[in-house]
């Protein structure tokens, strides 16, 4: 059972990757041209050039808002990556064990070996 909820928790996640592809792409896209807009920005010493760069930097901001729920895609991916880390483990059962430690145990042990 636990098998089967991981292999339809993949395949909800897979379909939620795929369509949010291109929406990832434009957003790491848009993130990394706002890294350069900012770099170019502390790099240049005229005001002319600064003013340019923070309009093309909100314009830049605009399409990162806008791709913003690709978010989802990144959080189906990580859900993939936890159910193939979780694929191969084994399933936890409810098993009580006896500890050899407890002293009427050990004293059963000896007495049953006493009346041999």
Wanted: overall charge positive; glycine content about 6%; hydrophobic content about 55%.
């Amino acid at each position: 059972m636990k098998k089967f909820m991981l292999f339809v928790g993949g395949l909800i996640a897979v379909l939620v990757l795929l369509a949010n592809l291109g929406p990832m792409v434009l957003l790491a896209l848009s993130v990394w041209l706002l890294y350069i807009c900012f770099k170019k920005f502390i790099s240049t010493d005229s005001i002319a050039a600064k003013v340019g760069w923070v309009i093309l930097g909100l314009v830049v901001v605009s399409i990162t808002f806008s791709n913003i729920y690709a978010v989802l895609g990144v959080a189906a991916a990580y859900a993939l990556y936890l159910i193939y880390k979780n694929w191969n483990k084994p399933e936890s059962s409810v098993v009580h064990e006896i500890k050899d430690d407890d002293p009427f145990t050990n004293f059963e042990k000896q007495w049953a070996e006493l009346n041999k």
